[in-house]
């Protein structure tokens, strides 16, 4: 007897619906466990991640009420007791709160006339490439200050030229030391072109303005003019 189409139709169905069950009951048995495994891996994975990140906080926490403590010491007049806390913080894993205290360290020995002390704490800074960069440009130029006397001042150009730019966040204090550095080198045409261009900028301080006009005038520069140029273009 011939069997109708639509039963001939459901037999079909039902044998690759019973493959399909077969085919899935086969992937499980062998990648079932793996699967678990994984899963299970993955959700430890994320909860380490949870627990590291919580005592990341903790610690950046902590290290910040510590540097506020040693803050709080150096106004203090209390500048040992500020020291031994900025000692622990200079060996932290997080790169601003070791760059501050390292900062901070160089301050104190300053304070103490101890410019090599300073210098090395200052250039610890700027050679760590963790560190943002315009905190290492501002290191290099504090480390740059504190040798300043003992450099050649082609040592002080070739540190600071690439800082003492329009635009630079740091461009009034290391144009300074570029253009005093020019002028111990005789290149007083140099030294007031730098000058004038403190001068001009906007985003100089006053005081820091004024200076650079000063300079700029004694160097046959007249920055005054030349800025108010500028202003009426």
């Known amino acids: 007897m011939a069997v109708p189409p639509n039963t001939d139709a459901a037999f079909l169905r039902e044998v690759d619906e019973e493959l399909r069950r077969d085919q ?5 048995r062998s990648y079932g466990k ?48 500020a020291q031994e806390k900025l000692t622990k ?7 601003g709160y070791r760059a501050l205290a390292l900062m901070s360290q160089a301050d104190i020995l300053l304070q103490k006339n101890d410019l090599r002390g300073a210098a090395t704490k200052f250039s610890q800074v700027a050679t760590d490439a963790s560190v943002g960069q315009p905190f290492r440009d501002l290191a290099l130029i504090r480390q740059t200050t504190a040798e ?6 082609e040592v002080v150009i070739g540190r600071l030229r690439g800082i003492a730019v329009k635009g630079n966040p740091w461009f009034g204090s290391a144009g300074e ?13 140099l030294a007031g072109t730098l000058f004038a261009q403190i001068a001009r900028d906007p985003n100089m301080s006053e005081t820091m303005r004024q200076r650079a006009v000063q300079m700029a005038g004694v160097l046959g520069v007249d920055a005054v003019t030349q800025a108010k140029d500028q202003k009426s273009q």
């Open 24 to 28: 899935l009951a086969k992937a499980w």
């Open 177 to 189: 030391l570029v253009a005093i550095s020019y002028l111990r080198m005789n290149r007083r045409d």
């Open 148 to 153: 300043f006397d003992t450099l050649k001042p």
């Open 34 to 81: 793996v699967a678990i495994v994984a899963v299970v891996l993955a959700l430890v994975a994320f909860g380490g991640w949870l627990v590291w990140r919580s005592q990341q906080l903790t610690s950046a926490g902590e290290q910040g009420e510590t540097l506020s403590t040693a803050y709080e010491d150096v106004l203090g007049a209390h500048p040992e007791a």
């Open 89 to 95: 913080l200079a060996g932290s894993n997080i790169e």
